[in-house]
């Protein structure tokens, strides 16, 4: 029979490993700090140089060279790089080099022609500045067209038969003209891009003429997006800058427009299929507004593939 004594002993107590001292928190990961990106711009017609930073898109850049110059962003036509000649080689699309000077092309004089279309093709190839006009990018030679000089690469084309088409893309504009029909006349109202010689007086007060900009070769680009913001890449590679003109060429021979920024769209979703019907599906998903035809989305993606077997 257990004592009174044993029962009131007190029980050992197992040993407790002794508990480290809370560790301090580990700082938060700093978040990347965005490289603060500055660009050069004048007015292609001259001016002294004004910097913008801060834009994701093109009609964002657009308002900001607008401010940098105390004008409305709707007096911009377009823009080109490194050169403030109408050169449509030169044109702005999605990409800027970080080491781009932009020139801004702004509205000059008004002018109305009118055209009667004898050929089912007028010989216009038609893009946009991404901000609601559409202008000429090129003129075929012996066209329509060609054969009437007030009609210039870089006029903007804002009415057609005094309908104005200020707001629509260039595959809209191109449509129209083409549904136009043969052996009538027409009219369109163009406005050609400020002449240097509009702004001689002006200009011998500014600080700088336009000059072809200087600029190092860095491969780093700034991509526009319409949607979302605008990320820092790296330039495109030889595979995607030779599939991106193919596509370009055949955008223009089958719609009549050209934009670069389209055909490197289609040439990044190329990328993510396997085969030609994946890539129907989703072009039809990210660029369903254009209702490319079946035989124009075969050809694309044999361009493609030929371009990516050129480029090993």
């Keep these: 029979m257990e004592s009174a004594a044993a029962r009131e002993a007190p029980r050992a107590e197992t040993p407790r490993a002794p508990v480290p001292p809370p560790s301090p928190a580990e700082p938060p990961a700093a978040p990347r700090v965005r490289p603060r990106l500055v660009f050069r711009t004048q007015l292609a017609h001259g001016s002294p140089t004004g910097k913008i930073e801060g834009f994701t898109n093109v009609r964002e850049l657009y308002a900001k060279i607008a401010e940098a110059f105390g004008i409305a962003p709707t007096e911009i036509l377009f823009c080109t790089l490194n050169s403030h000649k109408v050169d449509m080689q030169k044109l702005l699309g999605g990409q800027i080099g970080l080491e781009d000077f932009i020139f801004a092309h702004v509205r000059g004089e008004t002018k109305e022609v009118e055209v009667t279309k004898t050929e089912d093709a007028l010989g216009l190839t038609i893009t946009d500045n991404g901000a609601g006009y559409a202008f000429i990018k090129r003129i075929k030679e012996g066209s329509i067209i060609n054969r009437i000089e007030a009609v210039c690469v870089g006029d903007s084309i804002e009415a057609i038969n005094d309908h104005s088409i200020v707001g629509c893309r260039h595959y809209e504009v191109a449509k129209m003209l083409r549904e136009l029909p043969k052996s009538q006349p027409f009219t369109l109202r163009l406005v050609q891009p400020r002449r240097a010689f509009d702004m001689i007086g002006q200009r011998s007060r500014s600080s700088k003429c336009p000059v072809e900009a200087r600029v190092a070769s860095g491969r780093e680009t700034l991509r526009l997006r319409s949607g979302g913001a605008a990320t820092v890449e790296e330039a495109p590679s030889e595979f995607e800058e030779e599939a991106s003109r193919k596509v370009d060429d055949l955008l223009e021979s089958y719609m009549g427009i050209r934009d670069p920024e389209l055909a490197s769209t289609m040439v ?21 507004e254009f209702a490319f035809p079946d035989e124009f989305v075969v050809e694309v993606w044999a361009a493609i593939g030929e371009a990516r077997e050129a480029c090993g």
């Excluded at 190329?270 to 085969?275: A, L, W």
């Excluded at 890539?279 to 369903?288: E, I, N, Q, T």
Aim: proline share 0%; hydrophobic share 30%.
């Design 268 to 288: 990044e979703t190329s990328k993510k299929t396997g085969s030609v019907q994946e890539f129907a599906r989703c072009l039809d998903s990210v660029l369903g």
